[in-house]
Structures are given as structure tokens and as C-alpha cells.
């Protein structure tokens, strides 16, 4: 099955203790991304990637990093969690080329004490 | 301004009404357009792309305004499983930025 998957899908975890949440899609997609979703304000994009070792910010990327080794897996690393990094997590990808459907993953739902 | 813009309802419709939701988007080098639909906190999923030329996929017909920076999508005969928050989506070549969501009740 065509699919995008994350893990952990719920993660509590204390201020300045670092985390990756992982992303993996089976699609052969080049194109990655990871958004924050808060109430409010709508999804916002923190870092995209085109291909595999080409990454590059999007609109909120401070206390996030990301690395592309292989095509499938995008991780979202924060090296130090704050409280305002609390949100719901989405990844997503696509082929290359502006007009195709992005495909999601389930979230992660982080919160961070 | 916020660089792409919904109202965000609640709409709160009864079934088979016909119910319209705007978008506008202020940067006018956007290339691709979107209407996607998400389920409470789940992800978000692909409801039609927008052309320029319009285009109907059932019950629901998106159209693009290039000139007035403006999308629109309208859904015929709502049914109660359109439920939903209706998200209007912008590519600015590499990234996607996303309007903040209308919310859609359709009432029995």
C-alpha cells in the first residue's frame, strides 16, 4: 500500500531533551516536507527537500533540522525541544514538479512540558 | 497580510444545500493551486487541484481567478459526510503555503 508513515504518532517529552520523529514513504517520491499545524494558524511549513541531500528551509525552521541520506526517509530532528515547539507534526510527499498531490502522513502529535 | 486567506466559518449548512468557500492568495508568481480537505486533526487529503480553465469532479467545482488572486470551491447537494475543514493550498515553486481552513458542518 502507497503510503506515508511517522513515529512516534504521540510524544511527550521535557524541554531540551532531543527527539527525532521519523518519516518514511514508499512511493519513490523526490519531493519531502514537514509542517507544524497549530490552532489558528493553519499548516506551516518548516523544511522541505527536493531530492536526496537537498534540503532547504520553509517558513518556521528555527529549532528544527532535517537530513535526506536515502529518498524514502525525511526525520525532523529537534535538538532542543521548547514548549512552543508544541503542535501537531505532518509529513508529506509527492513527485517533483509544482502540480502533483502531496500525500500525508497520520501526524504526530508532540507535546513538549 | 496573511499570504493566503480563508474565512473560517463555521458554515453551517443543511443537507443538499449548495455551499461556497473563497480563497485569496497574495502572491501573484504562485504556480499551482489547491483545495484540500482534513478531517478533525487527521491529515490533510487531496480534494481537486484548481486550473485556470475551472474544473468539476462531481458535487464540486473549483475555479481560479489569476487576476484577481482568488480561488473559489463550491459543493452541490452537501451531503453529511462533507464534514470537514476545506483547506486552500498555494505553490510558490518549492514550498506550499496553506490558508488556515474553513469549517464545514452539513446538518441533517
Known amino acids: 500500500e502507497a503510503q506515508v508513515t511517522q513515529n512516534p504518532r504521540y510524544l511527550i517529552t521535557v524541554t531540551g531533551k532531543k527527539l527525532t520523529v521519523t518519516c518514511s514513504q514508499n512511493m519513490n517520491h523526490e519531493y519531502m516536507s514537514w509542517y507544524r499545524q497549530d490552532p489558528g494558524l493553519g499548516l506551516r511549513q518548516i523544511y522541505y527537500s527536493m531530492n536526496v541531500e537537498v534540503t532547504d528551509k520553509g517558513d518556521v525552521p528555527e529549532g528544527y533540522k532535517v537530513s535526506r541520506k536515502e529518498k524514502r526517509n525525511f526525520p525532523l530532528i529537534l535538538e532542543s525541544p521548547s514548549p512552543n515547539q508544541t503542535s501537531l507534526y505532518f509529513c508529506a510527499s509527492k513527485l517533483a514538479g509544482g502540480t502533483y498531490e502531496q500525500y500525508f502522513g497520520p501526524g504526530t502529535r508532540l507535546t513538549v512540558t | 497580510r496573511k499570504e493566503v486567506e480563508q474565512d473560517p466559518g463555521p458554515f453551517n449548512v443543511p443537507e443538499g444545500a449548495t455551499v461556497a468557500f473563497n480563497c485569496t492568495y497574495s502572491n501573484s508568481a504562485s504556480q499551482s493551486f489547491f483545495w484540500y480537505r482534513q478531517d478533525c486533526r487527521k491529515e490533510p487529503k487531496l480534494l481537486m487541484s484548481?486550473?485556470?480553465s475551472g474544473n468539476e469532479d462531481g458535487r464540486f467545482t473549483a475555479q481560479l481567478n489569476r487576476a484577481s488572486q482568488y480561488i473559489s470551491l463550491l459543493i452541490r447537494d452537501s451531503k453529511l459526510s462533507d464534514s470537514a475543514t476545506y483547506l486552500c493550498v498555494v505553490n510558490n515553486g518549492q514550498n506550499f503555503v496553506f490558508g488556515p481552513g474553513t469549517r464545514l458542518s452539513v446538518l441533517p
Open positions: 484548481v486550473y485556470s
